[in-house]
């Protein structure tokens, strides 16, 4: 019913920038928080950043100044910009939506299919 798709993946050099999109499709009735997680090899999942309705953000501290998470709510999509990258950020990145299908649901979270994000040193 509700679908994640992501892009701007791709492979950067250290210091350089890019950014992800994720567009949510399908039945949406509200959305109460957008994320971006990443898993790099060997590790566990780590929430990246959020922004919730209101425009509230938060960070994980090792992008704080760096990544900056935002969203166009008409488009159900939300991106995140990530300047000065390291080599540690190589990880696959992963968008959630915890969001409504209709006015009965309860949120329940989707999630993008990954793309990868690869900082050469």
């Known amino acids: 019913q509700v679908q994640l798709v992501e892009s701007g993946g791709g492979l950067v050099q250290a210091g350089g920038s890019l950014r992800l999109s994720c567009a949510a499709s399908?039945?949406?009735?509200?959305?109460?928080?957008m994320s971006w997680y990443r898993q790099a090899p060997g590790k566990q999942r780590e929430l990246v950043a959020t922004?919730?309705?209101?425009?509230?953000?938060n960070y994980v501290d090792s992008v704080k100044g760096r990544f900056t998470i935002s969203a166009d709510n008409a488009k159900n999509t939300v991106y995140l910009q990530m300047n000065s990258l390291k080599p540690e950020d190589t990880a696959v990145y992963y968008c959630?939506?915890?969001?409504?299908?209709?006015?009965?649901?309860?949120?329940?979270?989707?999630w993008g299919q990954g793309t990868q994000v690869t900082v050469s040193s």
């Open positions: 959630a939506f915890s969001l409504r299908t209709s006015f009965i649901s309860s949120h329940n979270d989707y």
């Open positions: 399908g039945r949406i009735f509200s959305i109460n928080a």
């Open positions: 922004i919730i309705s209101g425009g509230h953000t």
